[in-house]
T-cell receptor
């Protein structure tokens, strides 16, 4: 089955700086890569996703890049703000499969 | 506003008890999921369901069972709770685009 590895496990950044989280996956047939944000006391919520037919996708301060050859994808948060502090999860799945394989999560802390 | 609700936020049970965790979604989604979340392990899939009365094992089904009698409701059952089932349990339902909507979670402690 799919194995998703996520790094780093914790990340502390100064407000206004950028944050980058990286994930690798093992199944070359995976072609859907979502990112979820989990705030304290809440369930994860989708913030951005990318499919294998594109290499990059951007939504305001967040962007995701995908390298299918190397089987890795990354989340980039620019101009970080205190409300970006949360746990972030990457995930991967095949197009005909609703099951997601999640990474272990990254706890991001934005220092004021 | 779309919603996935879970019956309890916190639950404390004793070893050997039968435990029911209930999940309800109001989005008419066909796909529903139960995960457990443990520090350093991310979200691990226990069971999922593609339709009413249909269920499939996920990655860690041992010690669990599920029930889906109605489209909006997906229940997770611990037949005989054990201490290693102490965890955060998350329910989700998925849209056609595979966006998963999560409930707030149930933190279960088994003593």
């Amino acid at each position: 089955g799919e194995n998703v590895e996520q790094h780093p496990s914790t990340l502390s950044v100064q407000e206004g700086d950028s944050a980058v989280i990286k994930c690798t996956y093992s199944d070359s047939a995976s072609n859907y890569f979502p990112w979820y944000k989990q705030e304290l006391g809440k369930g994860p919520q989708l913030i951005i996703d990318i499919r294998s037919n594109v290499g990059e996708k951007k939504d305001q301060r967040i962007a995701v890049t995908l390298n299918k050859t190397a089987k890795h994808f990354s989340l980039h948060i620019t101009e970080t703000q205190p409300e970006d502090s949360a746990v972030y999860f990457c995930a991967a799945s095949r197009s005909n499969d609703y099951k997601l394989s999640f990474g272990a999560g990254t706890t991001v802390t934005v220092r004021a | 506003d779309v919603k996935v609700t879970q019956s309890s936020r916190y639950l404390v049970k004793r070893t050997g008890e039968k435990v029911f965790l209930e999940c309800v979604q109001d989005m008419d989604h066909e796909n529903m999921f139960w995960y457990r979340q443990d520090p350093g392990l991310g979200l691990r899939l226990i069971y999922f369901s593609y339709d009413v009365k249909m269920k499939e094992k996920g990655d860690i089904p041992e010690g669990y069972s599920v029930s889906r009698e109605k489209k909006e409701r997906f229940s997770l059952i611990l037949e005989s709770a054990s201490t290693n089932q102490t965890s955060m349990y998350l329910c989700a339902s998925a849209s056609q685009s595979n966006e998963q909507f999560f409930g707030p979670g149930t933190r279960l402690t088994v003593l």
